[in-house]
């Protein structure tokens, strides 16, 4: 079975972690986006393996640089 | 932390080159810090590594305790520089702090961050650091600056040492070696 992730999915996930009024556009760099510091990434990987069951590996983690990027990556996860 | 780093320091601090000081630029002027911290008192100079295969160790960073005051019990916290990417700012951070209030049992903590680098003042906030209200400016190469000075006292650790160490397990988990490192 396949799951597929909607992007606004990812960017309501991502703006509840960081405590965004409005959802970040699924192309914004996290590094224009001051509240996504080092240990909210980490939250935001976690909460994403808690929601979809799947584990993101620690080298990864540094390429999760936008909404679109985990989505992509998600995708990938689950389709493996 | 010692005279042998040197030449990672220098590349560390040249890649992350926009939000510190300049300092000591090559690995020989880097050396020649060291060599003079060694003497110094109350100042504890770290490099974060990540645990290899065969016991070997890869650099990944420095952390630092200093200005460690005996009779207030406080220091400060910073020469916090982690290579591009590297997902050890949790781990290293809890670290720190343990060796803070845990080894070297001081009260409190104080760390100072220039205001414009609002990913590293965000980190301090998310881990439940308490920022000072008052403006604070700290000279970046000579220069006044904004900044942002967030404590740590010894009543507020034990809730950021909850949180840190809740991620930093779980990310332990997947870094063979580290797992045995973090486990309380």
């Known amino acids: 079975m396949t799951c597929i992730v909607a992007d606004d999915e990812i960017q309501s996930l991502v703006a509840q972690v960081l405590g965004l009024s409005e959802l970040p556009a699924v192309d914004l760099s996290r590094s224009e986006i001051p509240q996504w510091d080092s240990l909210k990434h980490v939250e935001i990987v976690f909460a994403l393996e808690d929601r979809y069951n799947v584990q993101f590996d620690e080298a990864e983690f540094a390429g999760l640089t936008t909404v679109a990027v985990i989505a992509a990556s998600l995708r990938a996860h689950l389709a493996a | ?184």
Not at chain 2, 66 to 91: C, H, K, M, N
């Open chain 2, 1 to 184: 932390m010692t005279p042998d780093d040197a030449a990672f320091i220098a590349g560390l601090r040249a890649r992350a080159a926009r939000f510190i000081n300049l300092g000591a630029v090559t690995a020989a002027a880097q050396r020649e810090w060291i060599a003079h911290y060694l003497d110094r008192a109350g100042d504890y100079y770290f490099i974060v590594e990540r645990p290899g295969s065969g016991g070997a160790a890869q650099p990944e960073g420095t952390v630092a305790l200093y200005q460690v005051d005996a009779t207030t019990r406080t220091a400060e916290w910073g020469r916090f520089v982690l290579e591009p990417g590297s997902p050890a700012a949790i781990e290293a951070t809890l670290l720190t702090y343990r060796c803070a209030f845990d080894t070297l049992a001081l009260d409190g903590l104080v760390c100072r961050t220039l205001a414009e680098n609002a990913q590293v003042v965000a980190f301090h906030d998310s881990c439940g650091l308490v920022r000072t209200p008052l403006p604070v400016t700290i000279l970046h190469n000579g220069e006044p600056r904004p900044s942002i000075e967030h404590r740590l006292l010894r009543s507020g650790w034990p809730d950021v040492e909850r949180r840190l160490e809740g991620l930093a397990l779980r990310l332990a988990k997947r870094t063979p070696g580290a797992a045995r490192a973090m486990s309380p």
